[in-house]
T-cell receptor, first 115, second 112 residues
Framework: ETGVTQSPTHLIKTRGQQVTLRCSSQSGHNTVSWYQQALGQGPQFIFQYYREEENGRGNFPPRFSGLQFPNYSSELNVNALELDDSALYLC??????????????FGPGTRLTVL | GENVEQHPSTLSVQEGDSAVIKCTYSDSASNYFPWYKQELGKGPQLIIDIRSNVGEKKDQRIAVTLNKTAKHFSLHITETQPEDSAVYFCAALYNYGQNFVFGPGTRLSVLP
């Protein structure tokens, strides 16, 4: 069984730029959730994708957007980067969405630094 | 709004002692409560979870208890080992499976 993978591992951007982060879900999982984890804090939910559709969104502005592909892999796009966007971005995959008991398995994260 | 509180923020124990981390949640509709362990430079790893229809679950040295009336749940680690040193996060599932709300984390240090 293949775990959740994310790329790149680290990324440095400047304010105002755009970034795309990638995630491959665990084998057999069809739902992907994205989280932002600032240093010393717990992960914060950005949004979730199920069957290529957004299936819930946290308190993040529209410049955070995403995609899910037919193979269930996903992208997180952030436009007009701000200094506060510097964080570890985590992807988590899970099984069937809609039910209340989804175990989520996390990837290693992408560390984004905005200068 | 949805909120999860976690205490303590840091915890140091001697190897072999027990460690207890406590969380409270705000939404009585929450019905799934996982615990994650995060080591430096890695993503969170699911270590145990509990669903609202049970009050306690155990897996070797790790146990979780849930009090739905009080909206509390706790992680218990017995016979701690240095490799248990990490940051531990509790979480509660909201919005019928759409998202987890995480606590702020507890940094556990197990001293040899």
């Amino acid at each position: 069984e293949t775990g959740v993978t994310q790329s790149p591992t680290h990324l440095i951007k400047t304010r105002g730029q755009q970034v795309t982060l990638r995630c491959s879900s665990q084998s057999g999982h069809n739902t992907v959730s994205w989280y932002q984890q600032a240093l010393g804090q717990g992960p914060q939910f950005i949004f979730q994708y199920y069957r290529e559709e957004e299936n819930g969104r946290g308190n993040f502005p529209p410049r955070f957007s995403g995609l899910q592909f037919p193979n269930y892999s996903s992208e997180l796009n952030v436009n007009a980067l701000e200094l506060d966007d510097s964080a570890l971005y985590l992807c988590a995959s899970s099984g069937v969405a809609g039910g209340p008991y989804n175990e989520q398995f996390f990837g290693p994260g992408t560390r984004l630094t905005v200068l | 709004g949805e909120n999860v509180e976690q205490h303590p923020s840091t915890l140091s124990v001697q190897e072999g002692d027990s460690a207890v981390i406590k969380c409270t949640y705000s939404d009585s509709a929450s019905n799934y409560f996982p615990w994650y362990k995060q080591e430096l430079g890695k993503g969170p790893q699911l270590i145990i979870d509990i669903r609202s229809n049970v009050g306690e679950k155990k897996d070797q040295r790790i146990a979780v208890t849930l009090n739905k009336t009080a909206k509390h749940f706790s992680l218990h680690i017995t016979e701690t080992q240095p490799e248990d040193s990490a940051v531990y996060f509790c979480a509660a599932l909201y919005n019928y499976g759409q998202n987890f709300v995480f606590g702020p984390g507890t940094r556990l240090s197990v001293l040899p």
